[in-house]
């Protein structure tokens, strides 16, 4: 039998770009084939020319043996092509039913059939193993609910192909497993499914095969069972990388404070929360969903209100009401969401690196373009951003280009101590690496840099302590030496189990 979808020789370029090289893939029925690569490596392209959002300069496409040319994401959809991407296309205010069934409401006559909708609806929600009324409002309901709403659409009408990106993204080790055995059941009726993902280990978990592109080339296709991990990060970086974490020296013993947080209580948080920061040190924060861990550092950073507290730069004490009085005392907040908080996406890359210190590339009130030309150009050289130009509109970047560029504009304002905020949330691991590099970069320039991160062995890699918050207070500190994930995780849990 030919493959539910083949593609052969497809090519697509973009103004200063070739985003895609002569590409060939193969998808068989009942398989689930993994498409890696580093951000901006093509993927997102490729699953567009696939999804009818893009038409390919030259090449190919086969849907179960018959030449495949969708026009539009209609024509896509027609052909049982779908995608669940890791922002959810949800209408939140309408019901779970009538997002499943938007684009194909049953009807009698000129209105609606409720009662079909809502029963169709529950078939599709059984087949899923997920227990919620069709009548309720998806805004009433959790991030892991919400995905498999949105494979409920996907997979609600003729689906011979499911398109996953970044699936497991914003999910529990608990939701990410109940993912797995969905796709698991969708293969063994036959489906194909596309899995795209930065996480190399859930590779092993659900995938069949793997193909890598590099730079809009396909580097090669692999058996998953024979493959290891070095040499899948070779394929998609072009070079092997010696350690996930390259060796993190101790932090001066006598460095001393050049941040301090003193009895912080965040609006209607209930807990008093003390920390400090040395200068040349990388302080990991850690725990689960709700502990209260983005909510503590915006209430720092002047973006929410807090009760109560006291914030000390280099042992004197300053008032942060706004981001701006926290910018202007040297502290920079890298967002966790770098597309609504950290960056504008219609305006030019140029623009977004020099935002927050438009002193430098000014002059009498009047922006000097060569000057932030020049500024952007550096760091696209040193972060290795993926762009034509620094003209280039952020929206048009790749994710992790994107979040370099939120990296660059804080590297560019000089702080003195910079939060980060999941900083290697959607990253590719070559790119991940060369975050890591920068944030030890930073320490040899004085830097306080303290890191969220929901990876625990990523904060074990990279930082020289880790504080445990649990139910919106920090449950525990964890020393460099005394590193597991066992100690961690006992204090993420300690509130929780009383």
Known sequence: MPPVLEIRKLSKSFPGVAAL??????????????????????????????CG?????????????????????????????????????LLTYLSVAENIFFDRLPRRGPLVDRRKLHRDAERVLERLGLDVNPRTPVELLGVAQMQLVEIAKAISGECRVLIFDEPTATLSPRDTARLFEIIRQLKSGGMG????????KEIYEIADRLTVLRNGEPIGT???????????????VGRSLDSE??????????????????????????????????????????GLVGSKRTETLRAIFG??????????????????????????????????DRKTQGLILEMPLAANVTMAALDKTSHNGLMDRRREAEAASRYVSELSIKTPSVHQLCRNLSGGNQ???????????????????EPTRGVDVGAKYEIHLLLWDLLSKGKGVLVVSSDLNELM???????????????????????SQERILGYAYQEYLG
Request: proline share 5%; glycine share 10%.
């Open 21 to 50: 090289s002569g590409v060939d893939l193969a998808i068989e029925a009942g398989e689930c084939h993994a498409l890696l690569g580093e951000n901006g490596a093509g993927k997102s392209t490729l699953v567009k020319a696939v």
């Open 53 to 89: 959002y893009h038409t390919a300069d030259s090449g190919e496409m086969f849907l179960a043996g018959r030449p495949y040319a969708p026009a539009t994401p209609r024509d896509a959809m027609a052909a049982g092509i779908r995608i669940v991407y890791q922002e959810f296309n």
């Open 193 to 200: 499914v596309i899995y795209i993902s930065h996480h190399l």
């Open 222 to 236: 692999r058996e998953v069972s024979g493959t290891r991990i070095p040499e899948i990060v070779s394929m998609m």
């Open 245 to 286: 974490y390259p060796f993190l020296a101790d932090a001066p013993p006598a460095a001393r404070t050049v941040f301090e947080v003193r009895n912080l209580r965040i609006r209607g948080g209930g807990h008093d929360i003390s920390f400090s920061l040395r200068e040349g040190e990388i302080l990991g924060v850690s």
């Open 303 to 336: 973006a929410d209100p807090r009760d109560a507290g006291e914030i000390f730069m280099d042992g004197r004490p300053v008032r942060i009401a706004s981001p701006r009085e926290a910018v202007g005392h040297g502290l920079s907040l890298l967002t966790e």
């Open 403 to 421: 979040q370099k560029a939120v990296l660059a504009k804080w590297l560019f304002r000089d702080s003195r101590v910079i939060l980060f905020d």
């Open 461 to 483: 890699g990279i930082c020289h302590r880790i504080l445990v918050f649990s139910a919106g207070k920090i449950a525990g500190e964890v020393p460099r030496r005394d590193f």
